[in-house]
């Protein structure tokens, strides 16, 4: 049974930092580029991170790049996103996804992508 479970998610003051993690079962998670995804504005998911699984090459998108940081342990089949400097506008559900093309989660595919998780709610106070 494949499953991306994600956690780490919670409330935090404006500048505050969060980790989130997103531990995967059920599929060989070393063929699988990472994406952390979220709704974003006008209820459109995006992707805000991805990692590739054949070079650990990392993409974010402008509004979160020099803040948050994502990183993969294949050893222990779980992805991370390192969030620092949080602001209110990050506030939202993010979810975890894998796909075996790390250009698809670049493009913020939302079908090229194989698995989800059920989100973290990250609420960011001012």
């Known amino acids: 049974q494949v499953q991306l479970v994600e956690s780490g998610g919670g409330l935090v003051q404006t500048g505050g930092s969060l980790t989130l993690s997103c531990a995967a079962s059920g599929f060989t998670f070393d063929d699988y580029a990472i994406g952390w995804y979220r709704q974003g504005p006008g209820n459109k998911r995006e992707a805000v991170a991805c990692i590739s699984n054949k070079d650990n090459s990392t993409y974010y998108i402008d509004s979160v790049t020099g803040r948050f940081t994502m990183s993969r342990d294949n050893a222990k089949n779980t992805a991370y996103l390192q969030m620092n400097s949080l602001k209110p506008e990050d506030t939202d559900t993010y979810y975890c996804?894998?796909?075996?093309?790390?250009?698809?989660?670049?493009?913020?595919?939302?079908?090229?992508?194989?698995?989800w998780g059920k989100g973290t709610r990250v609420t960011v106070s001012s």
């Open positions: 996804a894998a796909t075996p093309q790390f250009r698809l989660c670049v493009l913020s595919s939302i079908y090229g992508m194989d698995y």
